[in-house]
């Protein structure tokens, strides 16, 4: 359009202005285009890694519900009388959520009325309620009636004999110690922030957006870092060299990441701090 235009017809025009505002505008983001297509892509590639992860973690959660079942269903049918059967309530109540998600809540609730009935002198007094959820409040409150009569009362809890841990399984939560990662993007942060929620580890991260401040801040933290990341894929030469020459001056080494991959950092920071665990317990073995 501007070149159709005549140069000595529409010297400052609207036209024009507008005209030359829109080329500006386009250049600009033809310019921009390549980082844009990388962010885009990456977003892409953590969405498609989060539900990979997530439907890992589902199998693994699903496998320790179905043990969580088992053992509670056991722990029902060891109870010998009626104020044990009835405190079984107390123990089942907290895995409300992990029942149902696979679909056992009814059946162990059902077995707790069985047994209940089974230990009762005045025949079957336990019964449907409502849903079976509002069952086994019914019952649990009992129990807690039950158990503030007596000096001593019962406290039935499961066994683990068909899970491989009391607590539900999550592969960080036995992670600790402290993380300084330079690079990378919010995005990148808050995915990997979400998956070590539970975890002991203290994460000083700075992204690729951070200010001069926050870099500062974080080459302080180096020294007494457990791990120290780069993650090559979005991160300044700049912030690089600094995140180096902080590393030198304390006597630590830095782990180069070329992804900007959910995945491959979380594995760093897991393999990172478990060897570091690792390497403390064999001193400590060799020092006794």
């Known amino acids: 359009m501007l070149a159709?235009?005549?140069?000595?017809?529409?010297?400052?025009?609207?036209?024009?202005?507008?005209?030359?505002?829109?080329?500006?505008?386009?250049?600009?983001?033809?310019?921009?285009?390549?980082?844009?297509?990388?962010?885009?892509?990456?977003?892409?590639?953590?969405?498609?890694?989060?539900?990979?992860?997530?439907?890992?973690?589902?199998?693994?959660?699903?496998?320790?519900?179905?043990?969580?079942?088992?053992?509670?269903?056991?722990?029902?049918?060891?109870?010998?009388?009626?104020?044990?059967?009835?405190?079984?309530a107390i123990a089942i109540r907290p895995h409300i959520h992990d029942l149902k998600a696979i679909g056992a809540l009814e059946e162990v609730v059902e077995a707790l009325i069985q047994q209940i009935n089974a230990n009762s002198e005045e025949g079957p007094v336990a019964r449907m309620r409502g849903s079976y959820e509002q069952t086994l409040s019914f019952i649990y409150n009992k129990a807690l009636e039950n158990r503030a009569r007596v000096d001593r009362a019962p406290d039935v809890q499961p066994r683990v004999r068909h899970r491989t841990t009391e607590k539900r399984p999550n592969p960080y939560s036995q992670l600790t110690g402290k993380v300084v990662i330079f690079g990378g993007h919010d995005r990148l942060e808050t995915s990997v922030r979400n998956r070590l929620r539970d975890a002991d580890v203290n994460l000083i991260w700075c992204t690729a957006q951070a200010g001069p401040q926050l870099a500062e801040q974080a080459e302080s933290h180096v020294a007494s870092a457990d791990l120290a990341l780069i993650v090559t894929g979005y991160t300044s030469h700049k912030l690089t060299d600094k995140a180096m020459q902080a590393a030198q001056r304390s006597g630590k080494s830095v782990e180069m990441i070329n992804t900007t991959g959910v995945v491959r950092v979380l594995e760093a920071i897991e393999y990172g701090l478990k060897s570091k665990l690792l390497a403390k317990q064999l001193n400590g073995n060799g020092n006794h």
Do not use: C
């Open 4 to 88: 159709h235009l005549n140069a000595d017809d529409f010297v400052d025009s609207l036209t024009r202005q507008k005209l030359n505002a829109k080329a500006d505008d386009l250049r600009q983001k033809l310019a921009d285009a390549p980082l844009l297509a990388a962010q885009t892509i990456d977003r892409q590639m953590i969405l498609k890694e989060e539900r990979l992860l997530d439907e890992r973690l589902n199998e693994q959660a699903n496998r320790w519900r179905q043990g969580l079942r088992a053992d509670l269903l056991e722990m029902i049918a060891e109870q010998e009388d009626f104020y044990s059967a009835t405190d079984a």
